[in-house]
């Protein structure tokens, strides 16, 4: 019997464990070559982080779909920029996205341009314990609009015009090229038959008109197509968006444009503009071809708008000061 005045209190649950980080991997990752890597280095993980490899952005859904109902609340992407691109796209469509606890990279695709700019270790092993066990950081992403509706998420740059004819030409051809080499192989593919825009920015309510534009890039990160420093100075944590447009010129002045683009820092070139804004709508005649993080888009987005802080990424320190 219970002492008079007692309360009786139902003893609490036991906690149930974490679900381990799932680790969803790419099958083609790295041009198909890297899955063995990537098997030895989540098992010297031991039980701390579980291992998908996906054969298809359906596969990969229902992957996301099931872990996430069985208590997954760190994930980590094992290939590219586009494997990123899929895992936080799913995770946002789910509706899931402001309840994940971390999102991690381990940079095994050809590309790794975000990789670049969170300054993540090259080795897979220390990349994979980073994205694994690493507190994260709140990261910016791209907000891609089309008709007052956000289609998608991008997490590094989104290219329209000359890029995104480039990207076109690069997904009839070998994917496994190396970045910067594979870009230039595509420019000359599509340099034959540039495309102008007239184009019309909104940044954060300035309206500014450029004609003859070959190129739009609009960027969370700095670089692209495998280093290509697309957006010199973007930075994911900075609470903004970078835009540089191409106008149009001579063969040789576009072709100078490429080579300052492999070299080096080429906003100073006089056919090239940059600007910063948090929220850009774009309007060209005629409509551009874009893609979002190298994924070619089948409409021309209208509005792009930073998301500050929206994903829990694990980035090192020092680039997110």
Known sequence: MRPH???????????????????????????GTALADLRAATEAL???????????????KAALRTHWADGTRRFVAAGGDGTLHLLVNTLHNMGVLPQVDAVGLAPVGTGNDLARSLALPESLPEALRLACTAPPCPMDVLAIQNRGVTERLAL????????????KALSRGPKSLLGPLAYVMGAAQVLPKLRRYDLTLTLDGTTVSRP???????????????????????????????????????????????????????TNHPLVTAYTAQSIQVETDPPLVCNADGELLSYAPDTFVVKPGLVPMVALPSTTT
Do not use: K
């Open 212 to 266: 003859d534009v070959l190129n739009v890039v609009v960027a969370n990160a700095a670089t692209a197509a495998g280093g290509m420093e697309v957006a010199p100075g973007a930075d994911p944590f900075d609470g903004q968006l970078n835009v540089v447009t191409v106008r149009a010129g001579s063969p040789s002045q576009i072709t100078s444009v490429v080579q300052q683009v492999l070299t080096g820092c080429y």
């Open 5 to 31: 005045g007692c309360v009786s209190v139902p003893r609490p649950l036991p906690l149930m464990p974490a679900a381990p980080p799932l680790i969803l991997a790419n099958a083609n990752a790295g041009g």
């Open 156 to 167: 590094n740059v989104c290219v329209g015009g000359f890029g995104g004819y480039i990207d």
């Open 46 to 60: 031991a039980d701390r982080a579980l291992l998908r490899i996906t054969h298809s952005p359906h596969e990969a």
